[in-house]
């Protein structure tokens, strides 16, 4: 499966974006997926994961309670709504599908990385 993740932009700290990871090629409506996002300088950071289903839905501690992550399985679509953006979200965002399950933080469980997509925020 392939993934493209898209949506990113400049917008000013306070404001909401809506990034979108469409998948091709394969059933993707059956995978879990995860956004995961690397800030300059930083390690790549768990964001967001969602089950096929949407009935699973876990957060890193630093977006909780300004992301949500939801998906359209007849688009093929799994998307990221931003709220109150801050600084320090400021990142290539990217999405993948889940493959193993050791740890659902832990970037290593996924493959199929699509290419990110920037999102900047000013202050």
């Known amino acids: 499966v392939q993934l493209q993740a898209s949506g990113g932009g400049l917008v000013q700290a306070g404001d909401s974006l809506r990034l979108s990871c469409v998948a091709s090629g394969g059933a993707s409506s059956s995978y879990t997926v995860g956004w995961f996002r690397r800030a300059p300088g930083k390690e790549r950071e768990f964001v967001a994961l969602i089950n096929y289903s949407g009935s699973s839905i876990y957060y890193g501690d630093s977006v909780k309670g300004r992301f949500a992550i939801s998906r359209d399985n007849a688009k093929n679509t799994v998307y990221l709504q931003m709220n109150s953006l801050k600084p320090e979200d400021t990142a290539v965002y990217y999405c993948?599908?889940?493959?193993?399950?050791?740890?659902?933080?832990?970037?290593?469980?996924?493959?199929?990385w699509g290419q990110g997509t920037l999102v900047t925020v000013s202050s």
């Open positions: 993948a599908v889940r493959r193993r399950y050791s740890n659902y933080r832990y970037a290593g469980d996924y493959a199929d």
